[in-house]
Every structure is written in C-alpha cells, then in structure tokens.
C-alpha cells in the first residue's frame, strides 16, 4: 500500500518520512538495575534505592523479567533474538541521570530486526522494525515549583524501558497513529507493557523528514516524549508543514531535538539538549555479556499468548464473525479476553460480537469506564444472550433487561422472572389475540389478501403490543401467515 | 592525532569541567604528551581479535523481579537518598532552574 | 606483657587475644594513640578510635563468651575509597567534601561481621590515581621510610599510600588496598610490607568508589604472608550486589600455606627486563628466583610478548572508564557543589568539578572523554580492549609452561615527593610491571625482597593463574622466608 497523503507547499507536493522510537515501561514490580518498586505515584524520591541515586560505589544489577519481557516482545513481532547482547554507558549530563550516564544497548541490542502489519483506511502496510533494546528510564525534573529552582524526583529514574525503533517506513500520520495503536495493542497481549501513555509508559520520539516524492531522505528532527496517539500525528502534521516551509523559504533543515506544545499544537527546538550530541558510548565495565540459552528462548516463546492477528483471523475464519467485528474485538487485548470468556461461558459467537460491540460498548461509554471494570460480567452476558437464543425474551426485551442488569446488577434470568418479562410461546394466547385483532382490522385484512403485503407487519406490530412484547415473534409470525392464507 | 586548544575546549566541556585559558594551554602539551604515548598501540596487529568483555570468564547473572529483596538495593529510604543533598527541598534534590 | 602490642601483626593479636595474653581493648588503645601520635604522616584522613575500641570491647566480650570471630580483637586501617557508614568518606577529593554515606561496603562490612575494628580512614591518591599519593587533595601520605642520609620526604607509592604508610609505621597492623593498575602492589614494594591483589571479582566493588570498574579489585596489605592470607580471606566473597562477582568459595587460604613450592614451575618473563632498569632490581630478581629454586620450584624463562603494550592500553582503558565513573559528581545529591552566581545547571556541574576535581582526575577525565569522543572511540577504546585481550592471552599462554610468575614490583624503590609529579608519564611508567596482571584481572602479590644502596625497600611481584591466590601466596611466603626482610623504618615523626 502506498499512502497518497502529502504536504502541499508553494512548489509542489511533499513526501513525509516518519520514523518512531517508542519508549515502552516494561512491566516489572522491581527497577532495571535495582529493587526499587516501579509503582506509580509515590512520594517523590521514596522509591529511589541508593544504586537509582548513583550513589558513590553503587553497582547494577540486571532484572532477570525486563529480559525476559523483552524477548517475548521480540517474538511477538517476529525479530531476531540475539544470544549476545551487551550493554553500553551513553553518556552525558543531566540532572534527571544521576549516573551522569544511561545505560542503554547501541552496539548490540537485545532484539534485531522485526515488522509490523498496520492498516489504516489506504489498506495494509508492513512496517519494519529495526532494533528493540533494554535501557534505564531517567527522573523527573519540576520546573514550576520554585522561582529559582527546578526540582528533582529520581522516582522514575532506573525503571526498566524497551526502545522499540521503526523504520523510516511510515508515510502518513494516519501510518503513523495506526503503527503506534498495534504496538500498544501487541505490547498489552504480550503483557511486556501496559501501554499506559498517560502516565507516561509509552511515549514516542517522533523523527519527521520531508522529501520529493522518489528522492533522497531529508534531514530529519526528532520530537521527543510525544504521549498520545493525537499528538503524535499532530507533530507529524506540524512538523511536515514546517519543515517544507523552511526549505521552500530557501532554508535548510537543522537536524535537532524538538519538544511538543500540547497547548499550542507546534514543536520547537529544545535547548536543554542543544549539545549532547557527543555520548560517547562504551561497553559498561560494571555488567557482563548478556547471552540468552536457546531454553530460555523457547521458554519465552511458548509462554506467549495468541496475538491480534491470528486471533482475528481465528475468528473470522473459524467463528464466521465479520471482519469488523473481528477487528474491534481483537484489537485490545483486554476487550479480546472479554469477549473469549463470554464464548467459554457459553455465548455463541456472532450474537455474543454483535452485542459487545453495540450494547456493552455503548454502555461502557456512557458509564465512562474500561471493559476491565464493566459491571456486567461475561458470564452474566452470556446468560442475558442464551435467554435471547432460546426465545425467552425477545431482542428488544434483551436491551431492557441489559439496563436492569447495569442497574441492579442481577442476573437476567432473574431480572426477567421477577419482572414476568417472560415471551409466551403459548400458541392459544397468541392465536386468540390474532383473532381479536384480525375481526377488528377487517379491512386491512382485505387490502392484505388483494397483494398488499407491506400491512404484515402492521399485524406483527399490533399482535406484539397486545402481548406487551412478550410475545415470541417467530410464533407471532408463523400463526399471522395461517390466520391470513 | 594532535590535540590542540580548541579540542581540549570541546572535551572539557563534554566532561563539565571549566577551565580558564590558561588551564587550556597548560593541559595541551600534557594531553599530547600522553597521547602521543599511547598511539603506540596502532603498532599492534589485532587482525581477528576480539575486544575484551570480561576478564575473568564470567557470566551475567539476573536477580528475581522482587522489590526491596534486599534493603541495601532496594526503596523507601528516601532519609538516606537525601541526606547529603547540598540543597533538600520538600523531598525534593534542589537544582538551579532548568529551561527545557 | 608483651614489648609492643602495636609491632605485633594480624595473627600474633589474634592468637593473643583468644589466648588471653594480652585483651583487644590494649591493643586498640595502643594502635589508637599511634595513629594519633603519627599525624605528621598524614596517613589518615579520618581516625575513628571509638569505632576501634567499640570492636575491641566486643572482641573481649566474646572471648569470655566463647565465641570469637576470625578478626576479633583486631584494628584495621580502612582506605578512604570503602563506603563506610556513618564515617565521612572522600576518596581524598573536594569533590567529595562532607559526604557521608549511608551504606556499608561489602568488604568492610564483612571485616566488621569478622570482629575487625576501624582505627581510621586512610588516605589515598584522589580516586585512586596516582603512583605517589601526592594527587590526594588533603596533601600527600609522607612515607616513614627515609633515604639513608637524607630527610627527603618519601612517597609511599600509591594509590594506597594511606594504608603502605600506616602499615610500615605499626600505626595499624593491617589495611584494606584498592588496585587498579598497582595500587596495592607497588605501594607495599615502596614501605616494605606485603599486599595481595586477587583475582578480579573475588571482592565485591559494591560501596567501593569507582576508579575504572574492569580494574578495580580490593585486596590485603598487612606486614607479612600469613596477614595477608587471614585479611584476605575476610575481605573476599561472592556478593549478588555486584554483577562482575565471581561465585566461588573462599579457599583457606591461611591454613593452606606452605613455602614449600616442590612440583611448582615458576615463569621468568622476558619482556619484563625493561631498558634502564636499576641494577639493583635486577641483583633483587636474582635473588628471588635463587629462593624460589630453593624452595623447590622449577625456573624457567617464558615470554609475554605484548607486555609493552600493557601501560598504554591501560592509560586508554582507565581513563575511559573513569570518565564515565567520575560523572556522577556533579553537586546535585552528595559532595561538592559550586554554585556561581547566576549560573544554570551546565554551569553549575562544571563548576562543581572544576572546583572538586584535582588536576590528575581532571587530566585523566579528559584523555578518558576524549579517547571515547566522537570518531575515537574504535581507534582508541576498541584497540585497547583488544590489546587487552592479546595481554591476557600472553598469560594464558605462559601458564601453559609455567604455574607461576616471578617479577620486580616496581622498576625502582620509592621516590621523593615532587620527584616526578610534573611529568605525569614518568609517573604512569612506575606500573610497567604491575599493569598488565591487572588487565588481565590476575592474582598478584608484592613481598619485600630487600633493600636497595639508599636502604629502601624493594618488591618482589608474584602473578598466579585465574583464582590461584593459593599459589600466588606460597611462593610469597617461600620468599618472604628466604629473604629475611627485618628492616623497618626509624619513627621520625
Ligand atoms: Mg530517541
Ligand atoms: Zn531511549
């Protein structure tokens, strides 16, 4: 697929060339190197241990399940997992890197080259992924708590992150959001990261270059820490928009970090960076090769899960269901469980799709809440939809039901019997009111019987409402056609 | 390699340190002295050598993701953290305002 | 009562004390007020006497209780690079100034949790660089020895200069060292008195301040083998804290000596007959292969062909990665910070270090940044760590033929204070022959052989095979039994 999005300038239309580093927490209790708690939220500096703080003689000392996570990732893209990695001191000076040094993987990543199948609205892509390795998050620094001072937190500084860096193969914001969406949706099935942008576990550094469609790749910026889809794509757009300002101007673009105005929507150059270009990378003396055994591989391998694509696959091809479906369901992992546990506690599947995706959701929406925490369990939906399969309630009766259930939180069997919402099945009920309505409507029944046939559901429609909706409609239907033959 | 005044310039802000002129002159004879010396080492055929990574054979041990496993490495301890802070604020290590 | 408890060594206290001669209390008050009557050496950065006697009463107590532990009874000397809790620690740099950590080293943990008392904390070379101890930012260790005829202040060798003087002084029976290219070894070869350097990773690094982390080991100097052998053996273990630990049992290595060296082949290397080399220490290898012989040993001549290339591999090396070491003083959380007026945070850090830093640490910050900069890197670093290996591999290959190696320690006894502090290669070129076991991350040992014309000390240097800090000590000893090395140093001060 070829995307058909360009910037138009003042000479001509431009090419955007997108590159993504994401930064992705890796999900660990303990820090990379230390065994200071990861949580969220603390007191600033109490969850700092004395090797976060670079006190003097401090040493690292590798988290044997940040590995472990990352190599599942690999395999969960399909990369090469190196057996030797190793990892390396990038060096420079900062007041969140108390080391005065992150140690990251340059030379020799964890994880090698891997890819990604994104679709957006142009059709599918394979976008490559060139390296995934291990490296320390750094601290925090407020700026706006002091006149003269910026504060330290070094809380966040240590835990255990996956740069995860794409090709320059993205063209398009739409690619760009749609390449970031699967990798959070990959890295939640994995259960490497929880994809958590706003608390920050994921954040990407967006590299953006324009070109003449066909040229060389021009010089690139780098925006740094962009935390949302939205904003990612608005950085794109911005910067995509400025760059072919610059060079139409006559300018030349200077490769440079930039940050992201949320507020404002633009980037501008970031001058705490301006130099640090220098890092001066070399093995770091205090760590040993990490070599991965070939068991240590397989025991990643197999504890993966099933993943999006060949879950939605599944589910298209083996459970019939519509490829829309399909592709809302599988595309987090936590709807996806939902949805599985509603098939194991009996749902049959295409009913079960349709409901999630229309009813629960709408629900969960006006709630405001995660399918994690809906109200309604799986098991109790699926008991609602098998009351609806075997003609208890109808359809309609089903939505309100569903309210009750938000509301009570009953079950539906119980809901519907206590409230006598039962669908009569008895044909002698049904077949009496037929009659009443029929001898009532004598002359629509004439219209009927001279070919207008549109007037059936006329007689559905009253048949249902004299049995206030409990009515079953197939029953209704089949005892309408022999009352008017 | 010769190392002139503009590099020593260049390094020593690399590595923090300032350094008046005269500091920058005196240091580049030494820093060409001493890698003079060491240039010596391109001499050596190193044709298939592997750079050294760890002296002693020896392999990367992990810990266990387990919190506070041991005090002396773990959290919670920010009295410690702090204590030789030459400007503790509410917590807080205090630096001079940094505009990003 | 015994002459003098202070001139006693790490065993004759411990024997002592359990067998009641004399109590552990005595023996610090005595080591105390020789700490305090020596400050004009300048050895000490910092005396702890309470710490001292605290161990000293518990060291008694546990006499009576009956259960003595395997340093009870004994003060030690501490070098200032250990992490000690609650003791203010600086690695003799301003950069340093008023930091106390709140942690324990492992190695001095374990000296504590083996009955050990700190008499005080021992002043080194700044970050441990230097040969001489004079790059100490609280003014240079004076060595007790002196030239005969002469009141020329001496070096004590360095870096642990702190711990070579107090040791040779009697102002402690022993002390912990720190090594990196010599550090231990050459320093005990200037004052007379014995130190081992293990196999890298037999002491943990964790709570020692960092110098260049694939070179840094701790080890043991104390006056003679045996002390040696008993320090060592307390300082030595597998530590999870620290990666590059190595998981291995501690030998006895005190119970396993024996001077005999029947059955050993001991390797002369070649190379190490460096132009310009005194005749003195050439006369002082002689004899030491001469007592290896009659110890047993078979003596043969091995080469190390790369050992030329050892010290400026190592000046790449060690600077490199103290570069990166050193950046963590920046004034934010510990140590020093200068502050100027107006200045932003880029500033204030290279403020902070111009101002905290000595101008070796500064010296060797910039070749080490600059040989890791931007277009350097593999024709600096990456050659070096190749060379590294091609070191090593002359030791591999020399232990082929031979069990253990034999040397000169330094290529001259001590020298005087200023006498090659301007020409900071001359001073480099003092490592020549203690460099290369260190990249090689060896065993290796220093042990007086003698005296030169002037009356000053001599070493004599042992290298063992990976882990073999058994062999390295009995051919040690073998000497030390042979050499008959009773000089001492007149107190002066
Ligand atoms: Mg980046
Ligand atoms: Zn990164």
Redesign the interface.
């Given at each position: 697929m070829v995307s058909s999005y360009r910037v138009k300038g003042a000479t001509g239309d431009w090419e955007v060339v997108i590159g993504l580093e994401v930064h992705a927490q890796i999900t660990s209790k303990a820090k990379l190197f230390s065994g200071a708690s990861t949580e969220f939220g603390a007191e600033p500096n109490a969850q700092v241990s004395l090797v976060d703080a670079a006190m003097p003689g401090m040493l690292p000392v590798l988290n044997g399940e940040c590995v472990k996570q990352a190599v599942r990732t690999g395999l969960a893209i399909d990369a090469e997992i190196h057996r030797w990695s190793r990892f390396d001191r990038k060096n420079y000076f900062y007041a969140d890197l108390p080391q005065g040094y992150q140690i990251s993987q340059l030379y020799h990543p964890i994880v090698g080259e891997g890819s990604l199948l994104v679709e957006t609205e142009e059709g599918e892509k394979v976008i490559g992924i060139e390296r995934i390795h291990i490296e320390q998050d750094a601290g925090k620094l407020m700026h706006d708590q002091h006149p003269t001072m910026s504060y330290v937190d070094l809380n966040r500084c240590g835990v255990a992150l996956m740069e995860i860096v794409s090709k320059p193969d993205m063209r398009s914001p739409a690619e760009a959001g749609a390449y970031v969406k699967k990798l959070r949706a990959i890295l939640r099935y994995v259960g490497s990261c929880d994809g958590n942008m706003e608390q920050g576990s994921m954040r990407a550094d967006v590299n953006v270059s324009v070109r003449r469609t066909g040229e060389e790749f021009g010089t690139r910026t780098e925006t740094k820490n962009v935390n949302s889809v939205r904003f990612i794509q608005a950085v794109v757009e911005y910067e995509a928009k400025r760059q072919v300002a610059v060079i139409e101007d006559g300018g030349k673009i200077v490769q440079e970090t930039r940050l992201f105005d949320p507020d404002k929507g633009v980037t501008r150059s970031m001058r705490s960076k301006e130099d640090a270009h220098d890092y001066r990378y070399f093995p770091d003396p205090d760590l040993l090769p990490l070599v991965l055994t070939e068991e240590f591989v397989a025991e990643c391998k197999a504890s993966l899960p099933e993943l999006p694509d060949a879950k939605r696959a599944r589910f298209v091809d083996v459970l019939g269901m519509p490829p829309y479906n399909a592709d809302v369901i599988t595309s987090d992992v936590e709807t996806a469980r939902w949805f599985e546990a509603l098939l194991a506690a009996g749902a049959e599947a295409k009913a079960g799709a349709n409901w999630l995706t229309s009813e629960l959701f709408g629900a969960l929406n006006r709630l405001g809440k995660d399918i994690v925490d809906s109200p309604v369990s799986p098991v109790q939906a699926a008991e609602l939809l098998g009351l609806v399969a075997d003609c208890t309630i109808s359809g309609s009766l089903a939505k309100q039901v569903f309210e009750a259930m938000l509301e009570t939180g009953d079950g539906a069997a119980a809901i519907v019997e206590d409230r006598g919402l039962k669908q009569t099945s008895d044909t002698g009920a049904i077949d009496a009111v037929i009659d009443t309505i029929l001898s009532s409507n004598a002359d629509k029944v004439e219209q009927y019987k001279a070919g207008k046939e549109a007037l059936f559901g006329f007689f559905v429609g009253q048949t249902m409402k004299a049995m206030a909706g409990k009515a079953n409609p197939k029953i209704i239907n089949d005892l309408l056609k022999k009352a008017l033959a | 390699?010769s190392?002139d005044s503009a590099?020593?310039r260049k390094?020593?802000?690399?590595?923090?340190?300032?350094?008046r002129d005269d500091e920058v002159e005196a240091?580049v004879p030494?820093?060409n002295?001493?890698?003079g010396?060491?240039?010596?080492?391109?001499e050596?055929d190193?044709t298939g050598?592997?750079?050294?990574?760890?002296?002693?054979a020896?392999?990367?041990?992990?810990?266990?993701?387990?919190?506070?496993?041991?005090p002396?490495?773990?959290?919670?301890?920010?009295t410690?953290?702090?204590?030789?802070?030459?400007?503790p604020?509410?917590?807080?290590?205090?630096?001079?305002?940094?505009?990003? | 009562m015994m002459t003098n408890l202070t001139d006693l060594g790490i065993a004759a206290i411990r024997d002592g004390v359990r067998d009641g001669a004399f109590s552990a209390r005595e023996v610090a008050t005595a080591f105390n007020a020789n700490v305090a009557a020596a400050r004009g050496l300048n050895a000490f950065l910092v005396e702890t006497p309470d710490h001292a006697l605290r161990a000293a009463d518990a060291a008694d107590a546990a006499r009576v209780a009956g259960d003595l532990k395997p340093l009870s009874g004994v003060p030690i000397g501490m070098k200032d690079l250990f992490c000690t809790e609650g003791v203010p620690t600086t690695a003799a740099s301003s950069i340093l100034g008023g930091f106390t950590p709140q942690y324990e080293s492992t190695v001095s943990g374990q000296l504590w949790s083996a009955g050990a008392g700190m008499l005080g904390k021992l002043n080194l070379d700044q970050f441990a660089m230097g040969s001489s101890n004079e790059t100490s930012a609280f003014g240079p260790v004076i060595s007790p020895w002196r030239r005969a005829a002469s009141n020329a202040a001496l070096a004590p060798g360095g870096s642990s200069g702190g711990s070579s003087a107090a040791i040779s002084a009697r102002l402690c029976p022993a002390a912990t060292g720190t090594d990196t290219g010599g550090s231990i070894r050459q320093p005990a070869a200037f004052t007379g008195i014995s130190g081992i350097k293990p196999t890298y990773g037999r002491c943990s690094r964790w709570g020692v301040v960092a110098f260049a982390s694939s070179l840094d080991q701790p080890g043991a100097m104390a006056r003679d083998v045996r002390d040696c052998a008993i320090m060592l053996e307390a300082m030595a273990g597998f530590d999870a804290k620290d990666a590059t630990s190595l998981e291995v049992a501690v030998p006895r290595w005190e119970a396993g000596l024996s001077g005999n060296l029947k059955g050993k082949r001991v390797g002369i290397p070649l190379e190490y007959r460096v132009d310009g080399m005194p005749a003195e220490i050439d006369a002082l290898w002689e004899s030491g292969i001469a007592w290896l012989k009659d110890a047993g040993a078979e003596i043969l001549e091995v080469s190390l062909p790369h050992t030329k290339y050892a010290l400026p591999a190592y000046y790449i090396i060690a600077p490199a990665e103290a570069s990166s070491n050193l950046a963590r003083y920046d004034g934010v959380r510990y140590g020093l910070r200068d502050l100027p007026e107006g200045a932003g945070l880029q500033d204030m850090y290279a403020a902070t270090r111009a101002a905290g830093f000595g101008p070796e640490v500064k010296r060797r910050i910039m070749i080490g940044t600059y040989v890791l900069s931007a277009g350097f890197y593999d024709a600096y670093y990456t050659q070096a760590q190749k060379v590294r290996t091609l070191i090593a591999r002359d030791f591999d290959r020399a232990f082929e033929s031979c069990d253990l190696l034999l040397t000169p320690t330094a290529p001259s006894a001590a020298f005087a204070l200023g006498e090659k502090s301007d020409d900071p290669l001359a001073m480099y070129l003092n490592d020549v022959f203690t460099v290369p076991s260190s990249l090689a991350g060896l065993p290796a040992m220093s042990v007086p052989g003698g005296l030169d014309a002037g009356g000053l000390p001599l070493g004599l240097q042992i290298i063992g095979r990976a882990l073999d800090e058994q062999g390295v000590l009995n051919a040690a000893l073998a000497i030390e039994e042979r050499a008959g090395f009773t000089a001492r140093p007149e107190a002066w001060w």
């Open positions: - | 390699m190392v590099t020593v390094i020593a802000s690399l590595a923090r340190i300032a350094m240091m030494e820093l002295n001493i890698i010396w060491i240039e010596q080492l391109g050596v190193v050598i592997k750079p050294m990574t760890a002296v002693i020896n392999t990367l041990r992990w810990r266990d993701d387990v919190v506070n496993a041991d002396q490495t773990g959290g919670n301890i920010r410690k953290i702090l204590a030789n802070a030459p400007a604020e509410h917590g807080f290590f205090g630096v001079p305002k940094v505009i990003e | -």
